[in-house]
């Protein structure tokens, strides 16, 4: 066989019209049959290439969001005035080190959880009667549904926390409150006093009251924080399910430390919601707010 078949069958076409042979490789004045011009993919080739490249994108896009950084939305008021139901935010899964995907084990991260960081984590929903409760996933049923929650840490393994009259103590050193110069007013009009906290070397805002009836739960005396555990409160400390309910939190449990807000509106819908057109145009959105970063001020950003 010639390693030049196009040019090959040309030569023999051309020497048959002058009537001389031609020069094919077994000397076949006749050049052979016609070579017939490559076939396009097929339809089927088409689809699977297509299929191929979407698994490719899939899988970095959920490499990216299981190592790298992970998307969350706010649903509740549980972090007023922090953050706002509708806010998104992008948690850094590479500061504690992801975990280790079907086991507990995780990559070593560039940090331990500190005082303040606000943690994105997940607890157990067992059901228990006709509700679903909330409890440590590693103290819940097997087959609990895992669900995620946003709190700040407050608690550190060793520490004794107080939740006592609506102030927080840390190691029994009461953390100081400095009354805000306005209220936080929330989206259905109800009024909080609000107040900047300093957590250690970190300031946050809090909310407090109007208490809901059910506020009894929370002052509970002293709760002593486990190994390897964490103590986890809402900014709106009245109105915040977190440990003085339910318990500490294992680092196993924490996905990282929420770092930035990458978009606002006042809205409470899943991401569906964020792709139908119709809610760009009828949906307040928080301008203000995107690239804001979630992180609290440090004592020297403040003095």
Not at 27 to 35: A, M
Not at 246 to 260: C, D, M, N, Q, S
Request: charge should be negative; aromatic fraction near 10%.
């Amino acid at each position: 066989m010639s390693k030049n078949i196009e040019g090959t069958s040309a030569s023999a076409a051309e020497a048959a019209a002058d009537g001389q042979p031609g020069s094919g490789s077994g000397g076949d004045s006749g050049g052979g049959p016609p070579i017939q011009p490559e076939e396009e993919p097929g339809a089927i080739s088409a689809i699977i290439e297509q299929v191929v490249t979407l698994a490719v994108a899939v899988a970095i896009a959920l490499t990216i969001r299981h190592f790298l950084i992970e998307p969350f939305r706010i649903p509740s008021g549980s972090m007023f005035p922090t953050l706002l139901v509708g806010d998104h935010l992008f948690v850094n899964k590479l500061a504690y080190g992801p975990r280790i995907p079907f086991t507990d084990a995780r990559i070593p991260g560039w940090r331990e959880p500190e005082r303040g960081d606000v943690v994105v984590f997940e607890v157990a929903r067992p059901r228990i009667g006709n509700s679903h409760a909330i409890m440590p996933v590693d103290l819940a049923p097997d087959g609990s549904i895992h669900e995620d929650f946003v709190k700040r840490l407050v608690g550190l393994p060793g520490d004794k926390i107080t939740w006592r009259r609506g102030q927080l103590f840390v190691n029994s050193v009461p953390q100081d409150l400095t009354p805000a110069a306005e209220d936080f007013i929330g989206d259905d009009g109800v009024r909080f006093k609000k107040s900047w906290e300093m957590l250690g070397d970190c300031r946050h805002g809090i909310l407090d009251g109007p208490r809901p009836a059910i506020h009894p739960k929370f002052d509970r005396g002293t709760y002593i924080v486990e190994e390897g555990r964490y103590f986890m409160m809402g900014d709106n400390r009245d109105n915040s399910n977190d440990s003085r309910g339910w318990g500490t939190v294992r680092l196993e449990e924490l996905k990282g430390p929420a770092f930035i807000l990458y978009w606002s509106w006042a809205m409470d819908g899943n991401m569906l919601s964020f792709f139908n057109p119709v809610n760009w145009f009828t949906v307040e959105k928080r301008w203000d707010r995107v690239l804001q970063s979630v992180q609290c001020e440090s004592a020297e950003e403040t003095s």
